[in-house]
């Protein structure tokens, strides 16, 4: 099975910061990687596909890169509405494994 | 617009069964491969079926493979899964996920999910 690493854990940010939070696979993906937000009590909410795609709806300030093994998202401007654990998963193979989350938390 | 509506969660004993339904409408089901992903209290995600849109073919992940059927009625634009044997480990809250129209794969709508407990 395809693992799927998150960096950090947790962080702490503030308003209008600058954000980005790597994911890692145990091996080359292409550009099979997605990305998701989760609010508490909530499901799940894909902001980014494909590896860059923009969900249609998502706003502007998230973005994403990467290919192969290692992949990025970026806040360009943290908003209140953002603060939330954010997944990334592969769909290279048919297990659609996840990272283990990322909780972005206010500083 | 979109929506999945998962039901049939509940508290079961070890060992015991359930089955989760998810109803889906405001899109063509029929054309869809469709998901079920789980989220142990506090815990992150995993994903846990997949059945092709013609229900052709199957998917597990391994900790549930032999205890677990997923399957779909798309003349009823819904989609199940079967847990038999349940076990304490299985407790979490069940997703339907829909596969979005383009490659590659990615969950473009989710349900509220369905809660599961498996507890004596």
């Known amino acids: 099975d395809i693992q799927m690493t998150q960096s950090p854990s947790s962080l702490s940010a503030s308003v209008g910061d600058r954000v980005t939070i790597t994911c890692r696979a145990s091996q080359s993906i292409s550009s099979y990687l997605n990305w998701y937000q989760q609010k508490p009590g909530n499901a799940p909410k894909l902001l980014i596909y494909?590896?860059?795609s923009l969900q249609s709806g998502v706003p502007s300030r998230f973005s994403g890169s990467g290919s192969g093994t290692d992949f990025t998202l970026t806040i360009s401007s943290l908003q209140p509405e953002d603060f939330a654990t954010y997944y990334c998963?592969?769909?290279?193979?048919?297990?659609?494994?996840f990272g283990q989350g990322t909780k972005l938390e206010i500083k | 617009q979109v929506q999945l509506v998962e039901s049939g969660g509940g508290v079961v004993q070890p060992g015991g069964s359930l089955r989760l339904s998810c109803a889906a409408s405001?899109?063509?089901?029929?054309?869809?491969?469709m998901h079920w992903v789980r989220q142990a209290p506090g815990k992150g995600l995993e994903w846990v079926a997949f059945m092709r849109y013609d229900g052709s073919n199957k998917y597990y992940v391994d900790s549930v493979k032999g205890r677990f059927t997923i399957s779909r009625d798309n003349s009823k634009n819904t989609l199940y899964l079967q847990m038999n044997s349940l076990r304490a480990e299985d407790t979490a809250v069940y997703y339907c996920?829909?596969?979005?129209?383009?490659?590659?794969?990615?969950?473009?709508?989710w349900g509220q999910g369905t809660l599961v407990t498996v507890s004596s």
């Open positions: 998963q592969q769909s290279y193979s048919l297990s659609c494994t």
């Open positions: 996920a829909k596969e979005g129209s383009q490659l590659p794969k990615y969950f473009d709508y």
């Open positions: 494909a590896a860059s």
């Open positions: 405001g899109f063509t089901f029929s054309i869809y491969g």
